[in-house]
């Protein structure tokens, strides 16, 4: 069975500061994992994703995360928060086998304080 | 690029009524979901199908019934509408076999009165 946990269900940092939102995953194959970003009354939208080739995985707006095995973690990180970064972050894993279900974790309510 | 359409954005209906959301998408996946979103309890699955005309339950599935009858379109129906209903409903589509991501729609924020 596959899960995910992340850290902290609300994060605030003020502009210009780093960003670290954590995701620690389980699964017994080797996973896909995939960082997906809601804005208000909105769906999601992939921000990027980890599928067994570089463990380091560059998204979009500035965001990074990378795969650490031996953690069992995929940390989403960006450098320098920007206002229109506050939203709902989810990490989510699945695996190569068929039709296989997405776990979601419970989000992280990113504020960034101006 | 990849487009998952739901029929509406906001709905209102009545406790009782039967209610059916709609979701299309344009890819030929094979995958689709139906996620509700609720505050502080993340996304829940409802349902997924994996084919036309095929279904899995997901993890609460009681009181909603999912429609494949072509590969685009994966209809969730609320047999009997209930206040606890209320949520915000999503759909997503996928390719199988793939380690490609989800494709969400916009949502239905479903209301029950």
């Known amino acids: 069975a596959q899960s995910v946990t992340q850290l902290g269900s609300h994060v605030s940092v003020s502009e210009g500061a780093l960003v670290l939102l954590r995701c620690n995953y389980s699964s017994s194959v080797p996973p896909y994992l995939f960082w997906y970003v809601q804005y208000p009354n909105q769906g999601l939208q992939l921000l990027l994703k980890y599928t067994s080739a570089a463990t380091l995985v560059k998204g979009i707006n500035g965001f990074e995360a990378e795969f650490k095995k031996s953690e069992t973690s995929f940390h989403l990180t960006k450098p320098s928060a920007h206002m229109s970064d506050a939203a709902e972050y989810f990490c989510a894993v699945t695996s190569k086998t068929s039709y296989d279900k997405v776990i979601f974790g419970p989000g992280t309510s990113l504020s960034v304080i101006p | 690029d990849v487009k998952v359409t739901q029929s509406s954005r906001y709905l209102v209906k009545r406790t009782g009524e039967k209610v059916f959301l709609e979701c299309v998408q344009d890819?030929?996946?094979?995958?689709m979901f139906w996620y509700r979103q609720d505050p502080g309890l993340g996304l829940r699955l409802i349902y997924f199908s994996y084919d036309v005309k095929m279904k899995e339950k997901g993890d609460i599935p009681e009181g909603y019934s999912v429609s494949r009858e072509k590969k685009e379109r994966f209809s969730l129906i609320l047999e009997s509408a209930s206040t606890n209903q209320t949520s915000m409903y999503l759909c997503?589509?996928?390719?199988?076999?793939?380690?490609?991501?989800?494709?969400f729609g916009d949502g239905t924020r479903l209301s029950i009165l």
């Open positions: 997503a589509s996928r390719e199988m076999y793939s380690n490609q991501p989800q494709h």
């Open positions: 890819m030929d996946h094979e995958n």
